[in-house]
């Protein structure tokens, strides 16, 4: 049998070459790139509605330069960082509560889902009264925006465990503490992610949208001051870099979660 399969011929056909898998992915913004470069070239839209690019890179160039951009970005971050940090973990508690015990999803389940229909915006003009215009307010409002999320898919990751790993655990008599740790968190790590990515996806617009609102510092100020000052292209290189941070963001956690999930089968 061995030396059957030793004799077969063995193609040398070259392969097909093909894009990697990485330049899929720049399809669109080098679209949109192409597309902003004509707009400016033929006058499209006035240059003070739409700057060229290259104006904009200027500005880029100049904030880094000056140290202006590192200075709001690290301002909007560390807002996150915080908000996030605070968000999440409180999100974790509640959502695991809520899928082990039922009487605890009875009790805060109608509450919680209540305060889900309001929009994070909507609790800027309440929460201004006791919190002020400050850091506490735009990290309140950030937690508030990672809380919903990973609270919801928590709770919903524990009612999706398979019945048999239930099973199996009450058979080795687990108690609450090894039933979390052995098999509730190794079985709900990617809905969990889910919603952990998606909640920072959220404080990260949270944040922008209020420090539009209230705030002297921050990423969403630059878009501020820029729509004051009819700069464009200040308001445009704001919201590119907005965007680069929300996607490293969401890159890294990402990768994040792979190496959490290596002991899955591919």
Not at 151 to 174: C, K
Not at 233 to 242: E, F, N, Q, R, S
């Amino acid at each position: 049998m061995s030396d059957f399969a030793l004799s077969l011929p063995v193609s040398t056909a070259p392969r097909p070459w093909r894009f990697p898998a990485w330049s899929t992915a720049l399809l669109l913004p080098a679209l949109g790139l192409v597309l902003w470069l004509a707009a400016a070239r033929f006058g499209w839209l006035a240059p003070n509605m739409l700057p060229a690019p290259q104006d904009v890179w200027l500005t880029l160039q100049d904030l880094a330069s000056s140290g202006e951009l590192a200075q709001h970005a690290l301002w909007s971050m560390g807002r996150v960082a915080q908000g996030f940090t605070t968000g999440a973990g409180l999100g974790l508690v509640l959502g695991i509560g809520m899928g082990l015990w039922p009487r605890f999803e009875a009790l805060l389940r109608p509450s919680f889902l209540a305060i889900v229909q309001v929009p994070v915006i909507g609790w800027v003009p309440l929460l201004m009264l006791p919190l002020g215009i400050g850091e506490t307010l735009e990290i309140v409002i950030v937690a508030k925006a990672a809380l919903v999320p990973v609270t919801l898919n928590t709770r919903d990751a524990i009612h999706a465990l398979p019945r048999p790993l239930l099973e199996v655990a009450a058979t080795f008599r687990y108690g609450r503490l090894q039933l979390l740790r052995r098999v509730v968190l190794p079985a709900t790590v990617p809905p969990v992610f889910t919603g952990v990515r998606y909640g920072l996806t959220s404080c990260w617009k949270a944040l922008v949208a209020v420090e539009l609102l209230a705030s002297s510092e921050g990423l969403g100020y630059l878009l501020v001051w820029g729509r004051q000052m009819f700069q464009m292209d200040l308001v445009i290189a704001g919201v590119l870099l907005i965007a680069a941070i929300g996607l490293i963001f969401d890159t890294a956690l990402a990768a994040i979660e792979r190496r959490l999930q290596r002991w899955r089968p591919a």
